[in-house]
């Protein structure tokens, strides 16, 4: 019953003669095949190219109810923040991003704080894209599965990072800090008035509760999980 269901509501969609696409994507090829994967399943459905951030936006002006798909890349758009502050500007409208394999830094984000966006990637399969299309246009949640594999990594990465930091002392925590300052043993220990030995006793404790072999790493896992304030940390 509930495929028969679902199944009318897609021909309903499939008929409307207002749903509107807007493609923002530079390559030929990618826009010919999105525009035929758009047209097999909504044949009465308008769609407009846009190349860059300015047209995309002046397309919406006229098309506010639209389906952005978008390539992240393509547009040369330095942060997700720059599409999800244009998508609240047009609220009516559904977006779907495609792209290359991303990394977690990207759909982290884009899950967290676009509350309107589904993914897909050029090397998925037709039927996955279009579904993906059909999902946004019924304003459905989407992601391939090779998306929702790096999301949920993402996850238990961040879990794990936490069930690490906390398992840091006060003291711990305080030295971490000096050392991604740049500060070193023997400096640390004439302001904690501490030995150089019990220094690099607690550093080696640090790295062992971490996970870690060397000062790089320890600062690349403290700017990424804020164990420093990033407005005080200069290279």
Known sequence: MNFVKELMEFENIKTMADVTFIIAENNDLCRLGLKCIILDQFNLAAIHITSTKLELHSTLLSNSEAIVIIDFDSLAIDHIDEVAVLSACFPKSNWLFIGDLPDENFLMPLTASFEKANFVLKTNDYDVIATA???????????????????????????????????????????????????????????????????????????????????????????????????????
């Open 133 to 235: 299309i059909i999902a946004t246009v019924s304003g459905r949640k989407y992601y391939c599965s090779e998306a929702l594999q790096i999301i949920m990594d993402g996850h238990n990465h961040k879990k794990e990072n936490s069930a690490k930091r906390n398992l840091l002392t006060i003291t711990e925590m305080e030295l971490v800090q000096l050392f991604t300052q740049g500060k070193t043993a023997k400096e640390i220990a004439e302001l904690r008035c501490l030995s150089h030995h019990t220094i690099n006793t607690h550093r080696k404790n640090i790295f062992r509760k971490l996970e870690l072999n060397n000062i790089q790493e320890l600062i690349k896992f403290a700017l990424k999980n804020g164990l420093v304030d990033l407005t005080e940390y200069y290279i």
